[in-house]
């Protein structure tokens, strides 16, 4: 058998954020969850704290008519708030 030393492991590298990942990420801090997602990831979060992420994307794709990632993304740029927070 082959051991596996701890200092051997490299870390992953981090991808770039994809649209999804910052829209995911702006209603985590609004919603007062990202700083539980910088502690533990994403699968760190439970079940109802998931849930309420994706109900509240939702939400704000429905409430401005849109029907996708992408429409939102293209309302933002319209507006100008393409900021980070």
Same mark, same amino acid.
């Given at each position: 058998?082959?051991? #596996?030393? %701890? ?5 992953? =590298?981090? +991808? ?9 990420? @702006? #209603?985590? %801090? ?5 700083? =539980?997602? +910088? ?9 109802? @704290? ?36």
């Amino acid at each position: 058998m082959r051991k #596996v030393n %701890k200092s051997s492991k490299t870390k992953k =590298k981090k +991808k770039p954020l994809t649209p999804i990942d910052k829209f995911k990420i @702006e #209603v985590a %801090k609004e919603l007062g969850l990202w700083d =539980k997602v +910088k502690q533990v990831g994403w699968a760190g979060l439970s079940s109802a @704290e998931t849930g309420q992420v994706g109900g509240y994307m939702t939400r704000k794709l429905r409430e401005k008519n849109l029907k996708n990632l992408d429409e939102y993304q293209a309302s933002r740029a319209k507006r100008g708030n393409t900021s980070k927070k």
